[in-house]
Structure formats: C-alpha cells, structure tokens
C-alpha cells in the first residue's frame, strides 16, 4: 500500500496555474532556464509526488510538452524515478512526449460529431492553418489533433482550443476561427472580445450553451440555495445518513449504487481522515449534464458534497474535473471562494464549532477511465489513471488509503435537495427502485437536443417525442456501454430495472449504419482502455477487427459465435468496469439489431469459405511475380 | 456376415507446415499396426498417393495456406472427405509462417517480405539477387491464412506437434464415432 505522507500532505495547497493564451511564443528548449522554471513548479506543489498530475499538466501548458529532460528535473524534485514520472506522462492524452504547438486544437470526434458536419470542420482547419490532423505546424504555433467526446454532443461538431471550446463548427466559422489565430488573436479573445473583463460565470457560458429544455422539481427548477445544508448543519451524521437512505437515491455516475449506503460505509470507518471526492470526469460519450450542472448548479454540487463531509466526517474534499472542462474551473474557483467569504466552507461551517470542510480541484488530463473511481483515485494521487484492486472499496480505503466517497455531480446536487425537501419528498418520484428525478443529455438525430430533467420511469418513446425524435430508428440509452435499442424497444423504461443510465441518449436516424456506430464505440473502448489487463486490452482489439469484417462483408455465421463468445471473456475476466461494459455496443446490437448482422453474414458453400477470396490473396503476388496464375487463372480473359 | 466391415479411408497432406506433424502421427509407434486394421491410406505423403483415388471419410490437414497451391489442395481435401480435420498449431492458426503477417505497416507488405527473405536479409548467400520466380512455383498469398478461414474445419488437434497418443485417441475416437473433443488435461500445456 501507499506509504501514507506525514500528517497534513496538503491536499488544499493548489496555487493557481497560469494559463498559456497562446500569444507568448512557448519556451521549448530544456536549456535556457527551462531547468529553473520546473524547479519552480515542482516547488509551487510542495515537490509532492501526488501532486505529479499537476506538475505535469503545469509543465505541459508552459513548455507545450514533457521533454526528457524535464521528467528527470521532476523526478529529482519529488524524489520518484524518471521511469515513474513517464508512466504517468505517458498515460494522460494531454500530456504530450513531443512539442505541441502554443495553440494545441482538439476537435472532438465523437460519432455525433462525424453525423453533424466533422469533415468540414477539419477540413477547413487543415487548409487555413497548413497542418494536416495529428500535426504540429513547423514553427510550433499550432497542433492539430482528435479527441473523443469533450461533452458538447448538444452543440456538435466542437472543439478545443486549448482549454477554450468553441461548438456549431461549420466550414465557415472553423475557417475564421483558424485564420484569426493565424493573424495572432487568442483563442479567448474570440469567444468574447471583453473576455478578461467578464464574470468568471459569463465566460463558462460565453461560447458554451446549457440548453436546458425541461426543467425537473429536483434539480434544475427553483433551488433554494444552501437550504439542504443548513438543515443538514443541525443533523447528527446518523440522520443524514438515514435521510438519503430513505430516499432511496442512488448514484447518478452509471453503476446506480446506493448512495446511502455508500456514505454509511465510509462513516464507519474509524480512520479520522476522510475524503468527499466528487466526480466530474464526465467521460461516457454523449453525456454532458454534469457540465450544465457545474455550470447552473455549481453551489448545490458543493452544497451536496459539504452535507457528504458531514455526515462521513470527511474535512477535505476534491471535485475531478476532466481536462476537456478547464473552462468551467475559473468559474467553479469563483463559487468556492465566495462560499469561504460567506462561512460555507473552512472552519466552523454555519458557525457550527468542528463542521471543518474544504474542497480543492483536480484536473484530468484527457482520460476517460479516469471516471472510474479507483482510476480517479489512482489519478488523483499522482499515479497513472488505473483501477485499483477492489476489495478494498474506497469508502474503506480509497484516496492515499484513507475511507474516500466518490460520487457523481449529479448524486450532489440530489443529496442536497433531499437533505432540504425531505426523503418522502424525492421517494415519491419516480418508480420503485428508482426514485427521483435524472438529467438525460439527448444528442444526435433530433430536433431537440439537450438536458432534460425528467423522473425515472419514462419510455424512450415519451424521451424521443420530447427531444423530437421521430425519425429515430435506434437509441443508444446510457452510452457506449449501455444499450442500443430499436423501434421495437421504445416502450422499455428509463430506470434501474430496466434501461439503466447514467444520463447518455444518443439518436440514431433509420440513415445511420448501424455497424458504422458500433465500430466506432469499439474503436473508442481500444484508445481508452487503460492497458492493465489483457481482455480489455487485446480483446476489444479483436472485437473491433471482427466488426469490421461484417462492414466489409467478410463475415459468416462464426463470427457471431466468435463475438459473443469473445464478449463474454471479456466481461468475465477484466478488471474494472471498462472492460465488464466495453462489449454493450456488440452484444446490445446482436440482440436488437439481429437483420444488421445477418443481412452483411455470407453461407458458406459446399464447405468452402465464402469470405475467402483467392483472386484478392493472390493479385500482389501476381503484380509482384508478372505471371498469372497456373491454378486459378484459367485463362487469361479471367 | 461373411463381408469384413469396409475400412475406412484416411488421406493426409501437409501445406505450411514443417512436416514435424505428419512425424507425430508416425509417432503412435506399434500402434501404427492396429490402426492399419481399421483404415486404409489413400491420398498422403506416407503412401506417396498424389490424387484421391476415391471419396475418404477422414483428411488430415497439417500447416496452414500460405501459397496458390495450399488452397487448391485444402480445397481438394474439403471436396472429397466427409471429416476435415486441422493437426497442429499452423493448420489452427497459421503457426510460425504467419509470422510473415505481422508486416502490416508497409505499402506494400508482401514485396518487403520476399526482398527480406531473399535479397536484403542480414544473413543472406543468395549470389543471383533475385526473388525465386520460376513459372512452376505456385503463387504466394497476401498473407497466410489458418485452413479455417479458407473452408470448414470439422475438428482441430492442437499442440506443436500434438502428441502421438493424443493423435492415436483421437483418431480410433473418430472411427468410432465417439470423438466430442477433448477434455482439458490432455491438450493444456503447462
């Protein structure tokens, strides 16, 4: 186990980073006092080799990579080796082991990027800035690069340019976005030409729109602020505990544990340091009502997670805010310090003597296992983004060891509400098992899309006639690893005991290739996969290889068996919940889109293999060799 | 009855491989001799029979296609005998030839591997320079295929090369129509 650090390993200590905007030319070489500089922020974070995250990502933004040199100097500084400094260099997207350029532009390549116009948008960045995709332009100003899904399905295709994110990219607006910053404008500058001068607010919504298009009584309708924490203030743990038991609210995040029990555990412990992490990682493709509830909610997150400290007994908590959201964290830094001036965080909470509770940012670094909450903690501790060995639960030993509950934004904000309105207030929503109200972010194939406050309990079909979907033809409820549905599933209910979500509806019109979509969430699982185990590393390999032999009409009836048999391997025998859900894609698919796998299957004939095809296996040979074939060419009109 | 029983026919061939299998099946020893009372050896390197003489019930396929030929023969075997069976990991998988598969980084893959294999190979005496290409050579395939993806398979026998006893099972298993594949402990490695 992690060797626990003396006393107080200053989790709070988070001295602001500054911020590359991309018109200062960035220092690239490791001479030149690149050696001092580092010094200075190994030194900013106290040389703490749990806090290598942030060093990286500081190191990163000031010299646009991690050279070498530089993972000696930071090794040297928090006493690891250089080989332990790569390992986490190398696992984070946005850690680069070649110069990027002053202005690095990831555009978002989810699926619903690709239906609503991805092409053009590259196609006019690569033209206007000379680069092509996966480049970096020769005199280090710009990099061009794909990234999955950074939370904007709403208002795709989308981008970031470096930590700003602009979205309804057309060929138009992504060429005079490119060709302003060629001209040297910054990225800020063009969401808002007064952007300094505006609210840290304003600029979270400068260029980013919430498009809440139906507000629920939980979350998104009237809040009254820190009314749940001040009942909670005058609560024993136990009865805050027993409260959010009885309201029978369970985690938001996608695996839908009880959050009270959650809490009960960790309040057990006897350890007295505890953690309240929350979980903004918000990965799931597809999903993005945590962004809108940071952004509209961002008091009840942390009213929620105060509540949570309380009742654990936790002082110090964490929110993880996933690197493609860097633009909510000056927005998310303005909210905790005007909720220390007012006595809602720090010493003596409400005046109540010993409610001690302070909370401090994590960014991540553009990981999307970082979601799962070992992978968070292991993050968080300055280690590459791996699922930890489970037992031990973090609520027993999770953060440096110590008892950590990680929940989800969204589960927050709930704990809050109910901690005002009263369990029988939140039970009484929704349906048995599933009480309350959820946040559903619907992208793709509709009229509508957006975040949608709705109560468990609502069929796909009531979800698509709000969202105006009536074309749709399959819904993939829950992301990638949820389930893909058809026409003939839109009666099936959104809850626990049926379709289970953490919140993703993406829509697929009768247009879309089916086999396209699978492919390419495959293809998402294979990039993100963090590597540790070899059945979500090699296998969604071969998953992913297998579908495109149905694409290329190479398939036969083996190759089902094959998928499913593969399918059930893997979510046997991984280790953390990437890979137990990594095969949904196919195997929702097999079981709802069953004609989509048959229609591209080939028979077999006469025991012959109708997928092989010797004419295609020999032509290289024979253009390498100039004769044709004594066997297989008859003649030469073949 | 006065008839004996037909005997069964078996024919054997072996594609890319390195003929260590067709020597494990030499491998059941003594055996050889009962075995002989049960079938008869129509099509195979061991009689030097070079076409069917008449359909077979049992082909034994070791190594996998790597060139024209394997098919054509592979393709023979499916059309004459009722059971196919693949021996051996290159039969299976493709086995060491299928190494050559790995070169998939190059335009033009096929051509980096004849070159390396005959020209530009660090421990080469080849004096000509040349790629082999005499008009009776078979064409060579983009890449080496298992038998399994060329035509059905009925029933594998793996190891490299299976053992003779597991070969000797296997088959009075097949002629009495018992076979239903193996139980773990005989073909596990370790």
Redesign the interface.
């Known amino acids: 186990m992690e060797a626990l650090p003396e006393a107080h390993h200053g989790l709070m200590n988070d001295p602001k980073i500054p911020s590359g905007n991309g018109l200062t030319p960035p220092d690239r070489g490791s001479n030149g006092g690149a050696d001092g500089a580092i010094v200075e922020i190994c030194t900013r974070f106290g040389n703490d080799k749990h806090r290598m995250l942030d060093i990286l990502l500081a190191v990163q933004d000031r010299f646009r990579w991690i050279s070498p040199e530089a993972m000696e100097t930071i090794a040297e500084q928090t006493g690891q080796s250089r080989i332990q400094v790569e390992g986490v260099a190398s696992f984070y997207h946005f850690l680069s082991q070649e110069p990027k350029g002053a202005i690095t532009i990831r555009i978002c390549d989810d699926i619903v990027d690709r239906y609503t116009g991805l092409a053009d948008a590259v196609a006019a960045f690569e033209e206007e800035l000379g680069i092509a995709m996966g480049t970096t332009s020769a005199d280090g100003r710009f990099s061009l690069d794909y990234t999955p899904c950074i939370g904007m399905c709403d208002q795709a295709p989308a981008a970031m340019v470096n930590g700003v994110i602009f979205t309804r990219l057309t060929k138009q607006k992504a060429r005079s976005i490119a060709a302003a910053l060629r001209e040297g404008a910054s990225p800020e500058e063009l969401i808002s030409p007064q952007f300094e001068a505006l609210s840290p607010y304003e600029r979270a919504t400068a260029s980013v729109d919430n498009n809440i298009l139906h507000a629920g009584e939980v979350l998104l309708g009237p809040v009254p602020q820190d009314a749940g924490l001040e009942k909670a203030a005058v609560l024993r743990s136990e009865q805050i505990i027993a409260t959010v038991e009885a309201s029978g609210l369970r985690g938001c995040g996608g695996a839908g544990f009880t959050s009270g029990a959650k809490w009960r555990f960790a309040a057990a412990e006897a350890d007295p340091q505890k953690y309240v992490f929350c979980n903004a990682d918000e990965g799931e493709p597809g999903t993005f009502k945590d962004r809108v509830l940071l952004t509209e909610r961002a008091d009840l997150v942390i009213e929620g997670m105060t509540i949570a400290a309380r009742a654990i007994g936790a002082k110090e908590g964490l929110i993880y805010l996933r690197g493609e959201y860097a633009y909510l964290r000056d927005h998310l830094e303005d909210v905790l310090a005007k909720r220390r001036a007012r006595g809602l965080l720090g010493s003596d909470i409400l005046d109540k003597p010993g409610f001690d509770f302070d909370i401090r940012i994590q960014m991540g670094a553009g990981a999307y296992i970082c979601g799962e909450e070992g992978a968070l903690i292991s993050s968080c501790e300055g280690l590459p983004g791996e699922p930890k060995t489970r037992p031990p639960f973090p609520v027993n030993r999770g953060y440096l060891g110590h008892p950590t509950v990680v929940n989800n934004v969204e589960t927050f904000c709930h704990a809050a509400r109910i901690l005002d309105q009263g369990a029988q207030w939140f039970q009484s929503m929704g349906t048995e098992g599933s009480n309350g109200t959820k946040l559903f972010s619907i992208s793709g194939d509709c009229r509508n899309p957006g975040i949608y406050e709705l109560p468990y309990g609502m069929s796909v079909r009531d979800v698509l006639t709000l969202a105006g979907g009536s074309d749709a033809a399959a819904v993939l409820v829950g992301g990638p690893s949820g389930t893909m549905v058809g026409r003939d599933s839109f009666e099936r209910l959104l809850s626990f005991d049926d379709l289970a979500t953490a919140g993703a509806i993406v829509v697929f019109s009768g247009e879309r290739n089916i086999l396209e979509i699978v492919e390419y969430y495959l293809g998402f699982f294979v990039h993100e996969s963090c590597g540790y185990c070899t059945p979500c590393r090699v296998g969604n390999v071969f998953l992913q290889k297998t579908i495109q032999k149905f694409r290329e009409g190479n398939a036969d009836s083996s190759d089902v068996a094959y998928l499913r048999d593969l399918a059930s391997t893997i979510i046997e025998t991984s280790r953390c919940g990437l890979g137990m859900t990594s095969p949904n894609p196919i195997l929702s698919t097999l079981e709802n889109f069953p004609l989509v796998y048959s229609a591209t299957t080939k028979e077999?004939e006469?025991?012959?293999?109708a997928?092989?095809d010797?004419q295609?296996?020999?032509?290289?040979?024979?253009t390498?060799?100039?004769?044709r074939?004594?066997?297989?060419d008859k003649d030469f009109t073949q | 009855m006065s008839e004996e029983p037909r005997k069964a026919r078996i024919a054997t061939a072996s594609l890319a491989g390195c003929f260590g299998c067709h020597m494990a099946i030499l491998d059941i020893d003594e055996r050889l001799i009962d075995l002989m009372k049960l079938v008869d050896v129509d099509r195979s390197p061991l009689t030097d029979i070079k076409r069917f003489t008449r359909r077979c019930d049992i082909g034994i396929i070791e190594g996998g296609c790597c060139n024209e030929e394997n098919v054509h023969v592979l393709q023979e075997f499916r059309r004459n005998c009722d059971v196919l069976v693949a021996i051996g990991q290159c039969a299976i998988m493709g086995g060491l030839p299928a190494m050559r598969n790995a070169i998939m980084h190059s335009d033009d893959p096929l051509r980096e591997c004849l070159e390396e294999a005959y020209i530009t190979g660090a421990y080469l005496r080849n004096t000509t320079h040349n790629v082999p290409n005499d008009p009776a050579l078979p064409l060579i395939l983009d890449k080496v295929y298992s038998c399994a993806e060329v035509v059905e398979i009925d029933h594998q026998i793996p190891g490299c090369a299976p053992e003779g006893d597991v070969i000797y099972d296997t088959l009075i298993k097949l002629l009495a129509g018992k076979f239903r594949g193996f139980e773990r402990e005989t073909i596990r490695f370790d």
Do not use: E, P, V
Not at chain 1, 624 to 627: F, T
Not at chain 1, 629 to 632: D, E, L, T, V
């Open positions: 077999n006469g025991g012959m293999k997928t092989f010797i295609a296996a020999i032509s290289g040979a024979r390498i060799a100039k004769r074939s004594y066997i297989f």
